[in-house]
């Protein structure tokens, strides 16, 4: 009886062992590939817990989320015969799903290491080969992993399609320390030529500026000139058609003055018409004699007299030879 409880732990422990064995977990961004006498079968499981035949079947899990793969220290010998290493090459990149069980199949689970790894090495030795230390170390190099890059996605493109290159980078090369020391000596002397070219674009970009500034200047001081004058010609206009306009009115006043000086006069003389009656001049012949008659005493009497003040004239002689007669007449009577 105790042979037979014994048994049954056996067994009872053996089969718990074989269903923990058979008990597998596939992390997320994995898939699990299985192996069974070698053979790769076609079944592929998705994240979780999965069972599988144990001691006879073995899984092996594959990503399929973007990796980072790191290529170090890669040789590579450029034209002139000068040894160069690259201390790290990065590929970023990423494997379909539906199609992990054929690359798998072609290339194993460490796939990366025919398809990316290899291919790497090989690429970045032909390039070099193809130039110089100046070109892979200075002039080139922002080329390298782009060329890299397109190299890589063409030959996986027939090699391996699911299997996608997102990017490349790749670190600055190792060279010998002679040559190091020689670029950057060229280095800052390039550095010190970029320094004089930057100063002197600024310097001729302060003289442009200035020059513009000087024409901006020139050219407002013409402006206002040009406003000023205008300026000045406008009033002159204003106080040219003023004058105008007072000349205009003075004109008309003068000849408004005239016309009614002309009719005034005329209406005078119309008046002295009507007036010099024979009888009006008789009257004031008389008032003339009246007004102007002197008396002159004495033993001699001029023969002639001239009124000076301006207001006699004939009046005045006649008045003087009336005169003359008159004591005449008196002096024969006494």
Not at 80 to 100: M, P
Request: proline share 3%; hydrophobic share 40%.
């Amino acid at each position: 009886m105790a042979n037979v409880i014994l048994g049954g732990f056996l067994v009872l422990a053996i089969g718990t062992a074989l269903v923990s064995i058979s008990i597998h977990k596939v992390e997320e961004g994995h898939v699990g590939v299985y192996f069974r006498g070698g053979a790769l079968l076609r079944s592929i499981s998705h994240p979780g817990f999965h069972l599988m035949f144990p001691l006879v079947t073995s899984v092996r899990p594959v990503q399929i989320t973007l990796q980072s793969d790191e290529v170090k220290n890669v040789p590579c010998g450029t034209s002139s015969g000068v040894l160069l290493y690259f201390d790290r090459i990065e590929v970023v990149n990423i494997l379909d799903a539906e199609s992990v069980h054929d690359i798998v199949r072609k290339y194993t689970v460490d796939y990366d290491k025919t398809l990316i790894f290899n291919k790497v090495h090989h690429e970045l030795n032909q390039f070099c080969s193809a130039h110089t230390v100046q070109e892979v170390y200075i002039d080139l190099f922002d080329k390298i992993d782009e060329n890299l890059k397109t190299a890589l996605e063409s030959d996986l493109h027939s090699m391996a399609p699911g299997l996608h290159i997102q990017a490349v980078r790749v670190t600055k090369p190792k060279i010998p320390d002679g040559i190091r020391i020689n670029f950057e000596k060229m280095e800052v002397e390039k550095t010190r030529l970029l320094i004089t070219q930057q100063t002197q674009k600024v310097v001729e970009k302060e003289a442009e500026t200035q020059r513009k500034r000087t024409v901006i200047e020139a050219e407002t001081v013409a402006e206002v000139s040009k406003i000023q004058y205008q300026q000045k010609i406008t009033e002159k206009e204003s106080q040219k058609q003023m004058s105008q306009i007072e000349d205009e009115t003075f004109l008309a006043k003068e000849i408004a003055k005239a016309d009614a000086e002309f009719y005034a006069e005329k209406r005078r003389a119309e008046a002295n018409t009507l007036r010099l009656t024979a009888q009006f001049l008789e009257l004031k012949r008389y008032e003339a004699l009246a007004s102007n008659m002197k008396i002159y005493f004495g033993p001699t009497i001029p023969q002639f007299f001239a009124d000076s003040r301006g207001g006699g004239g004939d009046a005045s002689i006649a008045a003087s030879a009336a005169a003359k007669k008159t004591l005449n007449e008196k002096t024969v009577e006494e």
